[in-house]
């Protein structure tokens, strides 16, 4: 009976780091799927976002065939934000087409009929309200990746989870800050 004492013990710390390891995989897979459902949304909101572009540079093209450098800008811009696949790309990419749009916008400020125009307005108005959304994805994706950065680095979850093929996933920021510094200014 003597061994049994030890051996209830053993049992026990076993089960207690079993619960232990079982719920800390369970709250990293959790906190993984977070991340990888925001890194979505973003990704609808910046494809909304490419979608809304080609309309709004025709509708100014019709008032501003002259500005060719401008649409050129925003045209690239667009297929670089559509071909980011990572944060990191995503970033740099967004910060080109912050630039291209306070180019756009510019040139839409030198045309005072066109800021009359309603179909002008209208696209306009989906931009900003799909500027915000990209701007919320944002703020939900890199307040999970923050979450599960910091499971995956506290102590002790730093000794075991890396084994279990967690690793840090990068935030989304915009590598180029003066890019996005001043927002673009529209003027009525």
């Known amino acids: 009976m003597e061994w049994l004492v030890p051996v209830l013990i053993v ?3 076993l089960l207690l780091v079993g619960i232990y390891l079982w719920s800390t995989y369970n709250s990293l897979v959790q906190a993984n799927v977070r991340v990888d459902e925001a890194w979505s949304d973003i990704t609808v909101q910046l494809k909304r976002r490419a979608d809304l572009i080609p309309n709004l540079i025709e509708t100014v093209k019709g008032y501003a065939s002259h500005e060719k450098a401008v649409f050129e800008s925003v045209t690239r811009a667009r297929a670089e934000t559509l071909s980011a696949t990572a944060p990191g ?9 912050q ?4 180019g756009l916008f510019a040139v839409a400020e030198a045309y005072p009929q066109l800021q009359a125009s309603q179909n002008y307005l209208q696209l306009q108005s989906s931009l900003v309200d799909t500027e915000d959304k990209i701007q919320a994805s944002r703020r939900f994706y890199n307040g999970g990746v923050r979450e ?13 989870v890396r ?9 989304f920021e915009v590598t180029d800050g003066s ?8 003027q009525f």
Do not use: C, D, W
């Not at 950065?149 to 002790?156: A, D, M, Q, S, W």
């Not at 084994?163 to 935030?171: D, I, K, S």
């Not at 890019?179 to 529209?186: G, L």
């Open 11 to 13: 049992v026990g710390v």
């Open 89 to 97: 790309a995503a970033g740099v990419a967004e910060g080109h087409m």
């Open 99 to 102: 630039q291209a749009l306070r």
């Open 148 to 160: 599960l950065n910091t499971k995956i680095k506290v102590f002790p979850n730093n000794l075991f």
């Open 163 to 171: 084994g279990l093929g967690f690793t840090e996933r990068e935030f």
């Open 179 to 186: 890019a996005i510094s001043e927002p673009p200014r529209v």
